[in-house]
Structure formats: structure tokens, C-alpha cells
């Protein structure tokens, strides 16, 4: 990938216009990603779940956005609607996690507990006149969907002819070449990607089906939706995620990352379990915690109530023994056995220095 960067940069590093990495980028997304038919670059996963909103509400001509709680889609101000409360909300009523957002804003936003399908489909029964579309993660930070809650959520909204968005920033080329809606078996209408597109460099997208994506169309019959940065679609960033997806794409690529990442997750579950720590892994293959309870974590008031002052210490126990971690374990295809016994000896190490 940085031979690939290197010899863009003799290309020159920025161009406002379209460019060929770009266009070849995006048409490995659409070979890849099961629900896409366009894409529209941003450098920002905040960007691209901004745009994926005002898609939806132009699209629809209404202007509710369900969204779920504790589920992360950037820093913009639909995004940060109960992204990280102390408490949860009073539903569907989400609680701002900033100072300086509009109440409009909050005013336009329902909340919905995650992985519950019965609560989430009489939602949008009860604002089907006045909702634009639903976003959600299709695994919520570290928490899987429950079975049936993706395809429960897909009928619901097709039902009404409301926008599912995925924001598949994480899960995109992480879960499976073709991200969570290949590995869930799950289409929705709208879809954003970032982080793996870029390689390391600021690049995201939305993408979807032709008929959202037209509203972005200069030649389509509505005036199209303005969606210009001047960074969009950086040719660099399109030479360091296309070499990326060229290492992906290669055969074995995620059965490999997948049996890496249980192994890696399996030691730190055992390692818990061998000093008698109540707790679990919560995750999926390459995207996993452990989180410090003795019940089952479906949804953010689950995780709330979990014992996050340990995981705190746990995360700084991690660094000590060498292991960086942050709200979350990633594991990369280029972690290998090696990397397993490493972490396994600093799991055990770090969990035996948490105070008891
Ligand atoms: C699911 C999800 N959506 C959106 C974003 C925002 O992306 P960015 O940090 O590129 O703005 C993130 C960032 O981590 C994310 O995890």
C-alpha cells in the first residue's frame, strides 16, 4: 500500500475533480457491497452519515430519523443523539450528548433501544407519516443483532417505504469482504462506508440503490442534492484503499481474520473465566470486548450497566502489558499466532492486576 500511495503522489496529491482512483475505488465498492449501485465520496464517516440523512429525508419528503441508542454515527448533530447518556432515555425521546445542538434537532430525532424488534417496528407504525428513514449499525459497536432483528427491521421499514440506512463505517470490508449486509445476509437502502476505503488515509462514502442515489444526480429530473468537499474522493486516499481491497479480496482473507480474531477473543474469555471474573465476550469475529457483567449485553442499557470503572482499568492494564485497546478490540489481517500468545499472556496479566 505505501508503494501505492507513493507513486499517486507523483501524480499530484489533490484535484477537486474527479479522478481514476476514485472511479476505480468506487466501483470495487459496488462490486462489493450486495446493496450498492453508486457511491458518493466524503473523507469523513461524519460526513457521509450527514449526507445519508438529508438522502433520506429528500428522498421521502419527511423529516424523522429513528436512530438507536448508544449507536455511534459521528460527530454531527442527528449523530449525537444519544450516542454515550449516562442514563437511559425516556423513549423515543433521544437525550443530546453536546452542548450548542438545536433543539430542532433533537425535536426530529426518535430513539429506539437496540435489538428490539417489537419496540422498533411499532415506532415506525405509530410515525410512518412523518419518518424519513432509520439508521442503524448493523452490529452496534460491539453488540451482534439478535436474531431476526435485521431482517425484522428491513420488513418493517419496506413495509412503509422507509430508507434503512447501514452505517457500515466499522463493519464495512471488516465483517466480511462485503461488509455486515454480506455477512447478516441483510439489505438496506442506503449505506456508508469509510474507514478500510481509505487505507489508513481520510476517505468515506454513501452508497446505495440507484433510486436513493439519483437524488444526487445533476442530470436527474429533481434538483439533485449538493454534495461537494474539497477533499471528496482525494485521489491519494483512493490509491491507499484501492491497494487495500487488493490485499482483502485475496482468497482466505476473512476466513483467516475470523479464526485469528476467536482465537484472540477465545483467550481473553478463558482468561476471565480462569481467575473466576464475571464476564464476557461481547462481539463478533474481528470486532469484540470483554464486557464486566454475568448477563447477556444486547443493548446500550445493557452495556450501561455493566462495570465500566473495571473495563477502564482493564483498558490502561491492557497498555501496560503492551496491548493497545481502546473502546474495543480490532483484529487486523495482519495479526497472526504470534499475536495470539502475545495477548493471551496480556490478558492474563491484566486481569490479575484489577483490583478485586
Ligand atoms: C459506525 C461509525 N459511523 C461513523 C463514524 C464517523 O466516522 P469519522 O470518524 O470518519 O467521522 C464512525 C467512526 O468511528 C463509526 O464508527
Do not use: C, W
Request: net charge negative; no cysteine; proline share 6%.
Amino acid at each position: 500500500m505505501t508503494q501505492a500511495v507513493q507513486e499517486a503522489l507523483e501524480g499530484g496529491t489533490t484535484y477537486f475533480a474527479m479522478n481514476e482512483k476514485a472511479i476505480l475505488l468506487a466501483e470495487q465498492i459496488v462490486n462489493a457491497v450486495p446493496s450498492a449501485d453508486k457511491v458518493r465520496f466524503t473523507s469523513t464517516g461524519t460526513e457521509a452519515t450527514l449526507y445519508a440523512l438529508r438522502l433520506a429525508r429528500a428522498a421521502t419528503g419527511r423529516e424523522k430519523i429513528i436512530k438507536f441508542e448508544g449507536g455511534y454515527h459521528g460527530m454531527h448533530d442527528y449523530a449525537l443523539m444519544s450516542l454515550k447518556p449516562s442514563r437511559t432515555a425516556d423513549y423515543p425521546h433521544p437525550i443530546p450528548d453536546s452542548r450548542g445542538i438545536p433543539k430542532a434537532v433533537e425535536e426530529s430525532m426518535l430513539l429506539a433501544p437496540y435489538n428490539d424488534l417489537e419496540y422498533v417496528t411499532s415506532l415506525i407504525e405509530d410515525h410512518r407519516e412523518e419518518l424519513a428513514g432509520v439508521i442503524v449499525e448493523p452490529f452496534q459497536r460491539i453488540i451482534p443483532p439478535a436474531p431476526g432483528f435485521l431482517e425484522g427491521l428491513r420488513e418493517a421499514t419496506r413495509t412503509h417505504d422507509i430508507p434503512l440506512i447501514f452505517d457500515e463505517v466499522v463493519t464495512g470490508f471488516r465483517l466480511a469482504y462485503g461488509g455486515a449486509q454480506e455477512y447478516y445476509g441483510v439489505q438496506p437502502n442506503i449505506t456508508t462506508i469509510g474507514k478500510i476505503i481509505g487505507g489508513g488515509f481520510p476517505m468515506a462514502a454513501i452508497t446505495g440503490s440507484e433510486r436513493y442515489m439519483a437524488e444526487f444526480d445533476p442530470a436527474g429530473p429533481e434538483e439533485p442534492l449538493l454534495q461537494i468537499g474539497t477533499m471528496n474522493g482525494n485521489p491519494i486516499a483512493a490509491a491507499a484503499g484501492l491497494a487495500s481491497m487488493e490485499v482483502l479480496k485475496r482468497p482466505g482473507t476473512y476466513e483467516r481474520l475470523h479464526e485469528i480474531s476467536n482465537k484472540i477473543s477465545g483467550a481473553l474469555g478463558s482468561a476471565a473465566a480462569d481467575l473466576g471474573i464475571p464476564a464476557r465476550i461481547v462481539g463478533d469475529g474481528p470486532v469484540f470486548d470483554l464486557v464486566f457483567t454475568d448477563k447477556p449485553v444486547n443493548n446500550y442499557a445493557d452495556y450501561l450497566a455493566s462495570d465500566r470503572d473495571k473495563q477502564a482499568q482493564f483498558l490502561l492494564n491492557m497498555r501496560n502489558h503492551g496491548v493497545l485497546k481502546d473502546s474495543k478490540f480490532y483484529v487486523s489481517i495482519v495479526h497472526d499466532e504470534a499475536d495470539v500468545d502475545l495477548s493471551a499472556e496480556a490478558f492474563s496479566k491484566a486481569l490479575a492486576d484489577l483490583d478485586h
